[in-house]
């Protein structure tokens, strides 16, 4: 069996406008740069 090396990482405050989706795409732009892929999922509760 095949071992995945996806990591997850959340960013998740109860405060809207806290620079959640700003953080989570400066993530992903770094793990491109490294030559990682990277998938944003923005999600609302
Ligand atoms: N470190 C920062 N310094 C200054 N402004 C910032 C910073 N991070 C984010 N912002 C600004 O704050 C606003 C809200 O950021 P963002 O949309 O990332 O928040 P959010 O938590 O994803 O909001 P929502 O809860 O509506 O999804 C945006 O206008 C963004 O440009
Ligand atoms: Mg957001």
Redesign the pocket.
Known sequence: MSQSKSKVIAVA?Q???????????HLAVQAMQSKKNAQVV?R?P
């Open positions: 405050t405060k809207g406008r806290a620079g959640k989706s700003t953080i989570a795409i923005l609302a």
